[in-house]
């Protein structure tokens, strides 16, 4: 003969079971949600801030664009070429004035 409460006692088991399996399968959903809405929100941060990053690189290139290049202009004043300055640097060999046995 059964002995008495199994069927009691199995029904509670089968019960808790369910429930464990239950709270196991939502958290798991829960957790592939988060991690889910991580990666969304941390591309498009990361896009953001790429596209933040080209954007002044273009801004910052059209502000500061080069200066244009002076056109030659025709001037009626003759523009004079430099002369070479004239060497102040000393002779390579001197030339003695006294020799050392006078």
């Not at 523009?79 to 003695?96: I, M």
């Amino acid at each position: 003969m059964p002995a008495r409460g199994s069927r009691d006692a199995r029904l509670r088991t089968e019960a808790e079971r369910t429930r464990l399996h239950a709270a196991r399968a939502a958290w798991r959903s829960r957790t592939i949600r988060r991690r889910r809405r991580d990666t969304v929100v941390a591309t498009v941060a990361g896009s953001l801030i790429v596209v933040g990053a080209i954007a002044s690189q273009v801004v910052h290139a059209q502000v500061t664009a080069p200066e244009p290049t002076p056109a030659p202009t025709s001037t009626s004043a003759p523009v004079e070429t430099p002369s070479p300055a004239p060497s102040t640097s000393p002779p390579l060999s001197p030339t003695p004035t006294q020799s050392p046995g006078e």
